[in-house]
């Protein structure tokens, strides 16, 4: 196996960076059992002079068997300087906190600057910290977090800089990478300046720490939802290790999750935010909830019916949505290729788009506004392109051309197109964000540049005013808590049949399975396949199973679900709320079959739009314009082979609905499967509008 070795290795560690490069290369079998070269383990301890300290934690910990062992990881050696600086450190903190005057202990795990008295268990905190169960060079660190959880199940953050030679420095956790990609036989070693962050608090609690974020903090105390955001890991799910048989698309085996955590996303607003409205403590901010939820009258603040409970819990989701993911993201595979690319899965100019219910029980719109050539301005008066921006609940017909991050709506003047700030800009700015940590063991933090209001009719009417299309996977919190929904094949779960995992029963309370022959998969984005996001579900066999829709504001919706038609496929009963909709839909029929009357835009004489009325007719639209097919090397709604079907149109009430998918073909062998990509509610109102463009229609 080739190595890449830095010249000069020990007088290296004392400059700032190597250059990050690497290659890629397989893991040579021959050396299964008996490594003929070094592991990371012996890597480490044939520099003992550098890593002696990190070594003994490892061998405490029993970690350094693991890395002599066959695999695939990543460690981020810190130095001996590193590692002794942390204890005493550590130490230092924790007996400051015993003195008289301190407000409370913190416990830091660490009662002594000797190395040798340290615990058993802060030996095994320290080294899962610095271990990953993938190989990743510093070539395939992009983004703001690394593609795989450490062996603390923690995410690391990352971020970028230059030195005084405009040399490209890299930090893992605010620690800087002094030398980089030690290939061995089994992983990569990286050496780090300072020991990666162990922490383990929460959300609540890593909100708590950052004194900027205090209002907010408080907020989410007194109301009682911080209670809501302390689950990390289901302990009783014991189904890791399975696996289901007949499950993929070709009826072969598939794994089950092999995990089952919890997760949360919080979008805070800093107290400068707070400030600028005159809001300087918690009192302030519920008198001013209570002009904003006029109806929500109960005093007591953890009631759900309380002004200040629902304005804190639209600011949380039960999703942990790193910044990266916030809306969709380009996936890395094991080896460094790219497995999806949503820049080239997309049209170029289309919105990026997710939505998500909050804990108030209200939808959530993250919109990167890729279609818009509007700019803005920062504080400093530089400029700022919207289409390369991230907000929440951003509307197109709402927003103040001439000042469009302080856009409002209303008569209570909420603001929309609310900015999340990118977490370099919180990092760097250390004066107004300091300490800034991003990542909590549980989930996400994100600064937001106003107050977060949900208010029906401007989300009706402005924010929700269109096509809300849905993602199977995103309607699913466990997809996304447990690296289902964005799996790169780096975390060390190998696939017999592609990327995927069996969605068993009972693995997320957002599903319903009705039958045990209900064979119920997730594939992950791949840039192969044609659908929405590179990504789907299929329920293969005798199929019968139901999804939870995020409840939108009240209203007439039309409800469509897409899927990609196939020979195979079976013929399927829509039911939304149990109630039958319409006639059995046969999914074995192609667009272009007279039953559904799909044409071409290029063989219609009128770019296609009597066509659409004919399909429409017939209950079917063609696939949006917004992404590509990869078959068709163009918008996906050139491909025949899919389509969107109009399953009802209802009026939902603010109330939970269920849209049921259930196979009422009787195969002999079994075969059915239904393909299922995403569902779409659109307002009817929306519908009847005369105004619409063309290209609005077909998004």
Known sequence: MKRIRSAGFGLILGASILALVGCVEEIDQHNRYTFTGETVGSFLESHDNVYSDFNYVLARSGVMSLLKAYGTYTCFAPTNEALRQFITEQDSIYKASLMPGSKKVVWTGITSPILEQLSDSMCTVIAHSHVLPSTILTTEMEGDVLPARNLNDRYLTMTYAVDSLLRSLLYVNRSQIISADEEVENGVVHTVAKVLNPSTNTVPTQIKEMPFLSIFSEALEITGLEDKMQLYKDESYTDYDKIASNADMGGNSMRYPPSRYFGYTAFCEPDHVFQDMGIYSVDDLYRQCRLWYPEATDTDFKNENNALHKFIAYHLLNYHLLYTRLVFYNLKASGGGVSYNSEVHYQNRSDRTEYYETMQGTMLKIMIPRSSNIVGYNDDGSERLLRNTIFLNFSHEAVNVADPFHTTVGKKSIPVGVRVMNPEEAKSDTERYPHFEQEALNGSIHLIDRPLVYDEDVMAGYVLNGIIRINYDAMVPELTNNHIRWYDGTAGYSM???????????????????????????????????????????????????????????????????????????????????????????????????????????????????????????????????????????????????????????????????????????????????????????????LRREDLTLEQKRQ
């Not at 064979?519 to 293969?540: H, K, M, Q, T, V």
């Not at 939870?548 to 469509?560: D, H, M, N």
């Not at 004489?605 to 009597?610: E, Q």
């Open 496 to 686: 017999p049949n592609g990327k995927g995992f069996f969605i068993p029963n009972g693995y997320s309370e957002h599903v319903r399975v009705y039958n045990d022959e209900c064979r119920l998969s997730y594939y992950a984005p791949y840039d192969g396949y044609d659908e929405n996001n590179g990504d789907f579900c299929i329920c293969r066999g005798q199929f019968d199973f139901a999804y939870r829709l995020p409840r939108v504001p009240k209203g007439t919706y039309e409800i469509r679900v897409s899927y990609i038609a196939g020979s195979e496929r079976g013929i399927v009963q829509f039911y939304v709320d149990d109630e039958i909709t319409g006639i059995p839909v046969d999914n074995r029929i192609y667009s272009t079959d007279p039953r559904i009357g799909f044409v071409d835009d290029a063989q219609t004489d009128d770019n296609g739009v009597a066509n659409d009325k004919a399909m429409k007719n017939r209950g079917y639209l063609k696939l949006p314009i917004t992404y590509r097919s990869v078959y068709m090397n163009g918008p996906a709604r050139r491909y025949s082979h899919g389509l969107r079907l109009v399953v009802t149109t209802k009026y939902l009430t603010d109330d939970i609905h269920w849209i049921r998918i259930k196979n009422v073909h009787e195969s002999d062998n079994g075969s059915d499967f239904y393909n299922h990509d995403y569902v779409e509610l659109v307002p009817v109102s929306w």
